[in-house]
């Protein structure tokens, strides 16, 4: 049996002795089990840089085969971390994705403490690809959206703003100029939604009504700020989880992001609370292989290690009675992975699975806020978008100043041989009538001095310095240049012949086109041209 345990702590001395006593109490739980286990225990083994090997996704980077198939020869993954590590953290990106693949493939998981949170995470948010935080890995407040320092032109698709008090993502749209609300982390921070000068009073979890017990004594005591009271939900008390432990116990509880109500999103992707406290769930089941808890396991707390020792023997059970049906890594990474189970079951064949009953979920489009799960008498609202916030906020993007404006222009406006760009900016002028000619046809004369090209390139030198007025040699345009002057008095010459030669009068460029049949209705103008900006001052009569 192939038991893979996960290290989610930093590489620090308080990490390293977190892992290592999260090792030790797996190994004396699994000892404790020895006589369900008929084959020889094989321990992996894994943290950050050397989760490598069990990673396999299609639309990631890891993608090796051989991944797949070491991933799929587990039987058992234990994963744990530090409690104040965020899910969208890039430190979190490769948990991230070891957590899909075990939620795609129905994989035995135990996750505990930083584990439970990347489950709330991508469940509440069915988030399939890696997206980054702008706004700080401890997100903001709405007021702060006028305060980011990335600029609105720098701001990517998989870029969000992330609400603390409500746990929204908020995503830019170019379209219309504003932040608009994609869905929900299922998380939010404690201390900025006890502020109550927000709509957090509406996310901490309400007070609930409990029985006084007679004596005093019988009641949990809390001796440190990071412990509190785990309470067993009523409808899961005589789950197997929870055998020979009180109603409540003592728990640590060293996180500062909880988790809040909201409804989900994808049908395949729920959770049922079994356990919670006074700030939100505690303990949650995924499916009948994956459970979660907030709290860390640890020895001094007795109960956390029932709860463990519990889960391995009912999932030990099924192992070897060969009920654990999981689903191989590369039929559940198919990109519509949330018919990854139909496939499978289509592989075992339908005879065996053609009386299994599915649930029918009534999708709604607005959010009602309704709870951590469904009861057998009323099932599951799925709705499109679980944000709580449905408000839009209108940013526009930073424009230049008038001066700045203008320098631009002047600077476009003085560069040598400037065209048009295509047909459409050359729009024909309101007082002729005859066809426009092609930007080939029109002769370009440079007429740059030495002087005005050095001050263009270097406006930092004083103009007294220059006293040349000869144009300045190109090589290779003066052949160019001799030839567009004898195309230039060719047409001259023969627009003089017809009698209709009337020169336009331009600046930088000369341009020649037929003249007007001058008329007694109609009076002859001369247009003076600068480039594509033409007012009515240029026009006169």
Same mark, same amino acid.
């Given at each position: 049996?192939?038991?893979?345990?996960?290290?989610?702590?930093? =590489?620090?001395?308080?990490?390293?002795?977190?892992?290592?006593?999260?090792?030790?109490?797996?190994?004396?739980?699994?000892?404790?089990?020895?006589?369900?286990?008929?084959?020889?225990?094989?321990?992996?083994?894994?943290?950050?840089?050397?989760?490598?090997?069990?990673?396999?996704?299609?639309?990631?980077?890891?993608?090796?085969?051989?991944?797949? =198939?070491?991933?799929?020869?587990?039987?058992?993954?234990?994963?744990?971390?530090?409690?104040?590590?965020?899910?969208?953290?890039?430190?979190?990106?490769?948990?991230?994705?070891?957590?899909?693949?075990?939620?795609?493939?129905?994989?035995?998981?135990?996750?505990?403490?930083?584990?439970?949170?990347?489950?709330?995470?991508?469940?509440?948010?069915?988030?399939?690809?890696?997206?980054?935080?702008?706004?700080?890995?401890?997100?903001?407040?709405?007021?702060?959206?006028?305060?980011?320092?990335?600029?609105?032109?720098?701001?990517?698709?998989?870029?969000?703003?992330?609400?603390?008090?409500?746990?929204?993502?908020?995503?830019?749209?170019?379209?219309?100029?504003?932040?608009?609300?994609?869905?929900?982390?299922?998380?939010?921070?404690?201390?900025?939604?006890?502020?109550?000068?927000?709509?957090?009073?509406?996310?901490?979890?309400?007070?609930?009504?409990?029985?006084?017990?007679?004596?005093?004594?019988?009641?949990?005591?809390?001796? =440190?700020?990071?412990?509190?009271?785990?309470?067993?939900?009523?409808?899961?008390?005589?789950?197997?989880?929870?055998?020979?432990?009180?109603?409540?116990?003592?728990?640590?509880?060293?996180?500062?992001?909880?988790?809040?109500?909201?409804?989900?999103?994808?049908?395949?992707?729920?959770?049922?609370?079994?356990?919670?406290?006074?700030?939100?769930?505690?303990?949650?089941?995924?499916?009948?292989?994956?459970?979660?808890?907030?709290?860390?396991?640890?020895?001094?707390?007795?109960?956390?290690?029932?709860?463990?020792?519990?889960?391995?023997?009912?999932?030990?059970?099924?192992?070897?009675?060969?009920?654990?049906?999981?689903?191989?890594?590369?039929?559940?990474?198919?990109?519509?992975?949330?018919?990854?189970?139909?496939?499978?079951?289509?592989?075992?064949?339908?005879?065996?699975?053609?009386?299994?009953?599915?649930?029918?979920?009534?999708?709604?489009?607005?959010?009602?806020?309704?709870?951590?799960?469904?009861?057998?008498?009323?099932?599951?609202?799925?709705?499109?978008?679980?944000?709580?916030?449905?408000?839009?906020?209108?940013?526009?993007?930073?424009?230049?100043?008038?001066?700045?404006?203008?320098?631009?222009?002047?600077?476009?406006?003085?560069?040598?041989?400037?065209?048009?760009?295509?047909?459409?900016?050359?729009?024909?002028?309101?007082?002729?009538?005859?066809?426009?000619?092609?930007?080939?046809?029109?002769?370009?004369?440079?007429?740059?001095?030495?002087?005005?090209?050095?001050?263009?390139?270097?406006?930092?030198?004083?103009?007294?310095?220059?006293?040349?007025?000869?144009?300045?040699?190109?090589?290779?345009?003066?052949?160019?240049?001799?030839?567009?002057?004898?195309?230039?008095?060719?047409?001259?010459?023969?627009?003089?012949?017809?009698?209709?030669?009337?020169?336009?009068?331009?600046?930088?460029?000369?341009?020649?086109?037929?003249?007007?049949?001058?008329?007694?209705?109609?009076?002859?103008?001369?247009?003076?041209? =600068?480039?594509?900006?033409?007012?009515?001052?240029?026009?006169?009569?």
């Amino acid at each position: 049996m192939k038991i893979l345990i996960v290290n989610g702590y930093g =590489k620090c001395i308080k990490g390293f002795r977190s892992a290592e006593h999260y090792k030790q109490i797996i190994k004396e739980v699994l000892t404790g089990k020895k006589e369900m286990i008929d084959t020889e225990l094989e321990f992996f083994f894994a943290d950050r840089d050397s989760i490598d090997d069990f990673l396999y996704e299609i639309d990631s980077s890891f993608v090796r085969v051989e991944c797949g =198939k070491m991933f799929d020869s587990i039987d058992l993954i234990f994963f744990e971390g530090d409690a104040n590590l965020r899910p969208w953290s890039p430190n979190a990106y490769k948990y991230l994705i070891l957590l899909r693949m075990c939620m795609r493939s129905n994989k035995i998981l135990f996750a505990s403490s930083f584990a439970m949170q990347g489950l709330v995470f991508l469940i509440a948010s069915n988030v399939e690809c890696q997206f980054s935080v702008i706004n700080g890995l401890n997100g903001g407040q709405l007021g702060d959206l006028s305060k980011i320092k990335k600029s609105l032109t720098e701001i990517r698709m998989n870029d969000y703003f992330l609400d603390n008090v409500t746990g929204d993502l908020y995503s830019f749209n170019y379209d219309t100029g504003e932040w608009v609300s994609k869905g929900n982390a299922g998380l939010h921070s404690r201390r900025a939604a006890e502020e109550f000068k927000t709509i957090g009073k509406y996310i901490v979890k309400a007070p609930q009504y409990k029985v006084q017990r007679m004596k005093e004594i019988d009641q949990p005591y809390i001796s =440190k700020e990071n412990e509190i009271v785990c309470s067993l939900r009523k409808n899961s008390m005589h789950n197997y989880l929870f055998n020979g432990l009180p109603f409540e116990f003592v728990v640590p509880f060293k996180n500062s992001w909880d988790v809040h109500p909201f409804n989900f999103v994808n049908p395949k992707k729920t959770f049922q609370t079994m356990a919670d406290c006074e700030k939100g769930p505690l303990v949650i089941q995924v499916t009948d292989n994956i459970v979660a808890t907030q709290f860390s396991i640890r020895s001094k707390y007795k109960e956390t290690v029932q709860i463990m020792r519990n889960f391995m023997g009912y999932q030990l059970t099924k192992l070897c009675s060969g009920r654990a049906q999981t689903i191989p890594i590369e039929i559940a990474s198919i990109k519509q992975n949330d018919n990854a189970m139909d496939i499978y079951l289509e592989h075992l064949g339908r005879s065996k699975y053609h009386n299994q009953k599915t649930i029918k979920f009534n999708v709604i489009t607005e959010f009602h806020h309704a709870g951590f799960a469904a009861k057998k008498s009323n099932q599951l609202d799925v709705v499109v978008n679980n944000a709580i916030g449905k408000r839009k906020f209108k940013q526009t993007i930073q424009k230049l100043n008038a001066k700045d404006l203008d320098r631009l222009l002047d600077q476009n406006s003085s560069l040598p041989n400037q065209t048009f760009q295509n047909d459409q900016d050359r729009q024909p002028s309101i007082y002729s009538s005859q066809p426009q000619h092609n930007v080939e046809d029109q002769p370009q004369v440079f007429n740059k001095t030495g002087a005005e090209i050095i001050q263009f390139l270097h406006p930092s030198i004083d103009k007294s310095l220059f006293h040349e007025s000869k144009p300045l040699w190109v090589p290779g345009y003066l052949s160019q240049s001799r030839l567009q002057k004898s195309q230039l008095k060719q047409k001259q010459n023969t627009a003089g012949d017809e009698g209709q030669s009337t020169p336009f009068l331009t600046e930088q460029k000369q341009i020649t086109t037929p003249r007007l049949p001058r008329t007694a209705s109609q009076p002859h103008f001369r247009v003076i041209q =600068k480039d594509k900006w033409i007012t009515n001052k240029n026009f006169q009569v």
